[in-house]
């Protein structure tokens, strides 16, 4: 694609390219002489905003077929239309104005979903409401044509000819590698995905994912471009590296905005949209704000200031988080379905409390100072040497920046081999992924004290998520090997190949004998991490893991 571009990213805007607006973005263009309103063109309802935007939905299955901003068509690329998946098929569609508002309603058995258009507004509102498996995933898919925005962005497939694994991860010819999978972003690190140029703003701008699955932390794919044109996704469903059974229900709005070229008005954000103006609409499962609860703590007491913290709520109908505030831990949580939920607080990305909240329509839920015990937090126990931070992410460790857009075997990654020498820069030393095929029996090198040495200690390995039961087992010295543990829970897809080290975090202990300790003060001791497992293939697909920290306790 060409032209000048941006990436927005929750509530700041990037942009390059002279072309971008330098302002705040105009939910509507310059007027235009159009009445709102629909008509049926045989084939499509065709929906002026009244604004800048005209759109299409197919009478025959839901597809939006076009959408025309300023004269300029938007929608299309390889001959595909914007969908559900990759189009529901045979559908029963349906279209009402209501004042101000038109809604066009798909049924797709018992799958329905909703295009919503205001008068003078150049934004698609849409929702989705899924009743079962019968649709495999929830996403919707924006289909671009090619030629309007650059085409260079880290999930870009045009630089990346070279396939290096299954049929969505590629390697450009200088080594770089691309992915639609390879986003960089947890859903809590953004409102808004899109494109800008020519003085134009593409967006879908993301719900509240109350439906969806995975948590504040999950990645998925956000966007991908492609010689054919790019897509833009919002994911209410993925199977992908997903740590929760699928939530159904009707989940929206997320919504299509054009803009002057800047990012769309806050005013679309979740947590800030108001969508009374919906209430009336009678969509299946529709929940107003009046039917909707709040939680809200006065503090949290126990945290290491040096750590955001994530307050989440979650049982099996739906899902929501808020950040913590940094300097008292107050938190606040509306729209909240009804209901009781687990709640959860987060250091990073660690759960290091569990809690139970009910929630009333209409009503807020205050809960009095929440306590951490100290030993919720392994990050407090007393540590001989400690390699990362316990805050259930490998941050810190060798490459595990890069990871969440690129493949393990991108060029710019430094060597997943070599050894660690505790002391000499560790943490950046040590790699945040263990393959039994690549780099399994790294040694991690260090001394103890004659005291220390005559004493047994434990030693912990954090893991934050494992491909194809990945574990590790370790050995201290050649004269003491643990047990292969048990693998614990994780994923059974793909994760840290397509930019994700989430799953459930897990620690394993091991009791070292004091037998074990070389009792030369001046000698190094000398721990081997394996990867153990039956299962995976070879290379970066053979069984692996992803570090959180490793520590000796005193």
Same mark, same amino acid.
């Given at each position: 694609?060409?032209?000048?571009?941006?990436?927005?990213?929750?509530?700041?805007?990037?942009?390059?390219?002279?072309?971008?607006?330098?302002?705040?973005?105009?939910?509507?263009?310059?007027?235009?002489?159009?009445?709102?309103?629909?008509?049926?063109?045989?084939?499509?309802?065709?929906?002026?905003?009244?604004?800048?935007?005209?759109?299409?939905?197919?009478?025959?299955?839901?597809?939006?077929?076009?959408?025309?901003?300023?004269?300029?068509?938007?929608?299309?690329?390889?001959?595909?239309?914007?969908?559900?998946?990759?189009?529901?098929?045979?559908?029963?569609?349906?279209?009402?104005?209501?004042?101000?508002?038109?809604?066009?309603?798909?049924?797709?058995?018992?799958?329905?979903?909703?295009?919503?258009?205001?008068?003078?507004?150049?934004?698609?509102?849409?929702?989705?409401?899924?009743?079962?498996?019968?649709?495999?995933?929830?996403?919707?898919?924006?289909?671009?044509?090619?030629?309007?925005?650059?085409?260079?962005?880290?999930?870009?497939?045009?630089?990346?000819?070279?396939?290096?694994?299954?049929?969505?991860?590629?390697?450009?010819?200088?080594?770089?590698?691309?992915?639609?999978?390879?986003?960089?972003?947890?859903?809590?690190?953004?409102?808004?995905?899109?494109?800008?140029?020519?003085?134009?703003?593409?967006?879908?701008?993301?719900?509240?994912?109350?439906?969806?699955?995975?948590?504040?932390?999950?990645?998925?794919?956000?966007?991908?471009?492609?010689?054919?044109?790019?897509?833009?996704?919002?994911?209410?469903?993925?199977?992908?590296?997903?740590?929760?059974?699928?939530?159904?229900?009707?989940?929206?709005?997320?919504?299509?905005?054009?803009?002057?070229?800047?990012?769309?008005?806050?005013?679309?954000?979740?947590?800030?949209?108001?969508?009374?103006?919906?209430?009336?609409?009678?969509?299946?499962?529709? =929940?107003? #704000? !009046?039917?909707?609860?709040?939680? @809200? *703590?006065?503090?949290?007491?126990?945290?290491?200031? &040096?750590? %955001?913290?994530?307050?989440?709520?979650?049982?099996?109908?739906?899902?929501?988080?808020?950040?913590?505030?940094?300097?008292?831990?107050?938190?606040?949580?509306?729209?909240?379905?009804?209901?009781?939920?687990?709640?959860?607080?987060?250091?990073?990305?660690?759960? =290091?409390? #569990? !809690?139970?909240?009910?929630?009333? @329509? *209409?009503?807020?839920?205050?809960?009095?100072?929440? &306590?951490? %015990?100290?030993?919720?937090?392994?990050?407090?126990?007393?540590?001989?040497?400690?390699?990362?931070?316990?805050?259930?992410?490998?941050?810190?460790?060798?490459?595990?920046?890069?990871?969440?857009?690129?493949?393990?075997?991108?060029?710019?990654?430094?060597?997943?081999?070599?050894?660690?020498?505790?002391?000499?820069?560790?943490?950046?030393?040590?790699?945040?992924?263990?393959?039994?095929?690549?780099?399994?029996?790294?040694?991690?090198?260090?001394?103890?004290?004659?005291?220390?040495?005559?004493?047994?200690?434990?030693?912990?390995?954090?893991?934050?998520?494992?491909?194809?039961?990945?574990?590790?087992?370790?050995?201290?010295?050649?004269?003491?090997?643990?047990?292969?543990?048990?693998?614990?829970?994780?994923?059974?897809?793909?994760?840290?190949?397509?930019?994700?080290?989430?799953?459930?975090?897990?620690?394993?202990?091991?009791?070292?004998?004091?037998?074990?300790?070389?009792?030369?003060?001046?000698?190094?001791?000398?721990?081997?991490?394996?990867?153990?497992?039956?299962?995976?293939?070879?290379?970066?697909?053979?069984?692996?893991?992803?570090?959180?920290?490793?520590?000796?306790?005193?």
């Amino acid at each position: 694609m060409s032209g000048s571009h941006g990436r927005s990213v929750r509530r700041r805007t990037f942009v390059l390219g002279a072309t971008a607006a330098a302002g705040t973005a105009a939910l509507a263009g310059t007027a235009r002489a159009a009445a709102f309103g629909w008509s049926d063109d045989g084939s499509n309802y065709v929906v002026d905003t009244g604004a800048d935007l005209v759109f299409k939905v197919s009478k025959a299955n839901g597809d939006l077929t076009s959408l025309v901003h300023r004269g300029t068509e938007y929608q299309g690329y390889g001959g595909m239309n914007s969908h559900i998946e990759s189009g529901l098929g045979s559908s029963t569609v349906s279209v009402k104005q209501s004042g101000t508002t038109i809604l066009i309603s798909v049924t797709h058995g018992t799958l329905r979903h909703y295009y919503a258009a205001r008068s003078g507004e150049n934004n698609i509102y849409l929702w989705t409401d899924k009743a079962d498996t019968s649709v495999s995933a929830t996403r919707y898919i924006l289909r671009v044509k090619k030629g309007l925005f650059l085409n260079d962005e880290p999930d870009s497939y045009t630089y990346a000819p070279t396939t290096i694994e299954a049929s969505d991860v590629f390697a450009k010819s200088d080594g770089q590698t691309r992915s639609k999978h390879y986003s960089g972003l947890r859903v809590m690190d953004y409102d808004h995905i899109g494109w800008t140029g020519g003085g134009v703003g593409l967006w879908i701008v993301r719900s509240n994912h109350e439906k969806a699955s995975g948590g504040p932390f999950y990645r998925s794919l956000l966007r991908h471009q492609s010689a054919d044109g790019g897509g833009l996704y919002e994911i209410l469903y993925y199977a992908q590296n997903q740590t929760e059974a699928q939530r159904f229900g009707l989940q929206g709005p997320y919504v299509i905005a054009l803009t002057d070229g800047g990012a769309p008005s806050s005013s679309l954000f979740p947590g800030t949209l108001t969508t009374s103006w919906a209430d009336s609409l009678g969509m299946a499962g529709y =929940v107003g #704000t !009046g039917g909707r609860g709040r939680v @809200a *703590g006065v503090g949290i007491s126990g945290r290491n200031t &040096a750590y %955001p913290y994530t307050v989440g709520l979650a049982n099996s109908a739906a899902q929501y988080w808020g950040s913590a505030r940094a300097s008292d831990g107050w938190f606040s949580i509306g729209g909240v379905l009804p209901g009781t939920y687990t709640l959860t607080v987060f250091k990073g990305e660690l759960a =290091v409390y #569990t !809690g139970s909240v009910t929630v009333t @329509a *209409g009503g807020t839920t205050t809960l009095n100072t929440i &306590a951490i %015990p100290s030993s919720n937090d392994p990050g407090n126990a007393s540590a001989i040497w400690r390699i990362g931070d316990w805050n259930g992410t490998p941050a810190g460790f060798k490459n595990a920046g890069l990871m969440t857009y690129a493949h393990p075997s991108d060029v710019r990654a430094a060597s997943w081999t070599g050894n660690v020498v505790v002391g000499d820069d560790e943490t950046a030393s040590f790699p945040c992924y263990l393959w039994k095929d690549v780099n399994s029996g790294i040694l991690v090198y260090f001394k103890l004290t004659a005291a220390q040495a005559a004493a047994a200690h434990t030693l912990r390995i954090g893991v934050t998520t494992a491909y194809a039961n990945g574990r590790p087992q370790v050995t201290v010295n050649d004269a003491w090997t643990s047990a292969i543990p048990s693998p614990p829970t994780q994923p059974s897809t793909r994760s840290l190949t397509n930019g994700s080290y989430r799953g459930n975090n897990h620690t394993f202990t091991y009791s070292v004998p004091a037998s074990a300790w070389r009792t030369d003060t001046g000698q190094f001791n000398v721990l081997r991490i394996e990867v153990v497992s039956g299962s995976g293939t070879t290379g970066y697909l053979s069984a692996g893991t992803a570090i959180d920290a490793i520590d000796l306790l005193a």
